[in-house]
């Protein structure tokens, strides 16, 4: 579909202001967002046992996409899905214009039927686009997504940052949705500093972090970002995304912040962004952390402009050459791990891996 057709007069001027630098956002969403009620939410789970869907850069409303979500339906129709996890890159390639877009509907409702639980949501690049798909450069434009929580009963995102402990008392886990978007943009925010690297926006999430995970009583801690630490894709590691070594192309803020705020604190890091399958191994660098990327629910690394993969950090799992979404079993004793392949060109599914971790 065609995004220019959901332009209009008040959201070209706000995109143009927003790359100009002269629009500031007061801050981040404490609670939900203002608006009219949309339908009720289904409840999230409230079982000591879950099964999470795994799922990234999912929103083209293409056909791969369909595909992958045809897999998810057929395995969910066998295990249920208690929730998912939208790694990011919600609605591709620039994100949407306004909280009642049609976008929402033709690269997440649609694709996703009769996938009835909630979706809890990461922000991507993709989704804060201001003039190059994915350069992060219009942050403004994020607060749409916040904005549909209220009109989707399975679009899961109260705040451009939050957690959900599940179940809510004495909780197996407590997921931690992180925004690193204003740290990634390729645009940098001199005339907003609301929105820099070490501007109120991030230095708030980063106090509430740390104030977040030191008082969580979850067994398990998984922390939601949408752009990896660790990645032997194409994209390249936080700190020397693309290969380049400019700020802030390079991600360096991305690792400054992941390494003061994450790392060591948590059993796993969730991410999107490399459209491939990884589960990479611990490193000394992580701090016991493992870093998981799952990115590959409607583009495959041969998408990717960056040139092949870069297998330089030990994993268990890897796969640059498909589609696919992983099965993530929680419970208070253990952790389950299966990643399900997708053939771009016939749909068939296959689960390539399954391991305790």
């Not at 249920?80 to 009642?100: C, K, M, Q, R």
Request: hydrophobic letters at 40%; a negative charge; aromatic letters at 8%.
């Amino acid at each position: 579909m065609d995004d220019s057709r959901n332009v209009g007069r008040r959201g070209f001027l706000a995109g143009a202001a927003a790359v100009a630098g002269v629009a500031a956002v007061g801050g981040v969403a404490a609670a939900e967002p203002a608006g009219p009620a949309g339908p009720a939410k289904l409840p999230l789970p409230t079982g000591e046992n879950l099964r999470v869907l795994l799922t990234g850069d999912a929103g083209t409303g293409a056909r791969p996409q369909w595909l992958v979500a045809d897999a998810m339906r057929n395995m969910h129709r066998r295990e249920p899905f208690s929730l998912a996890l939208g790694l990011g890159d919600n609605i591709y390639e620039n994100g949407p214009w306004t909280d009642d877009d049609a976008q929402f509907a033709d690269k997440f409702e649609k694709p996703n039927h009769d996938l009835d639980f909630p979706w809890l949501m990461v922000l991507g690049n993709h989704d804060n686009t201001a003039i190059l798909p994915g350069d992060a450069g219009w942050l403004q434009r994020g607060d749409h997504e916040v904005a549909y929580h209220r009109r989707s009963a399975r679009w899961y995102m109260p705040a451009r940052y939050y957690s959900v402990r599940i179940p809510q008392q004495r909780p197996v886990v407590e997921f931690f949705v992180l925004d690193l978007n204003p740290a990634a943009s390729y645009i940098p925010q001199v005339l907003d500093p609301y929105w820099a690297p070490d501007g109120p926006f991030m230095t708030e999430q980063a106090a509430w972090l740390d104030r977040a995970l030191t008082e969580s009583p979850a067994t398990w801690k998984v922390v939601c970002t949408h752009h990896p630490y660790l990645n032997n894709g194409p994209h390249g590691d936080a700190g020397n995304y693309e290969g380049v070594t400019v700020e802030p192309l390079d991600g360096r803020h991305v690792k400054a912040f992941l390494d003061r705020h994450v790392l060591g604190r948590c059993q796993i890091l969730l991410s999107g962004h490399d459209h491939s399958l990884q589960v990479l191994e611990p490193t000394v660098a992580t701090k016991s952390t493992r870093q998981i990327v799952c990115g590959a629910a409607a583009k495959s690394v041969h998408d990717e402009p960056f040139g092949g993969p870069k297998p330089v950090h030990p994993s268990l799992f890897q796969s640059f050459t498909g589609l696919g979404f992983m099965a993530l079993d929680l419970s208070r004793d253990a952790v389950r791990l299966r990643a399900i392949t997708v053939d771009p060109g016939s749909g068939a599914a296959t689960v390539a891996f399954d391991r305790r971790l």
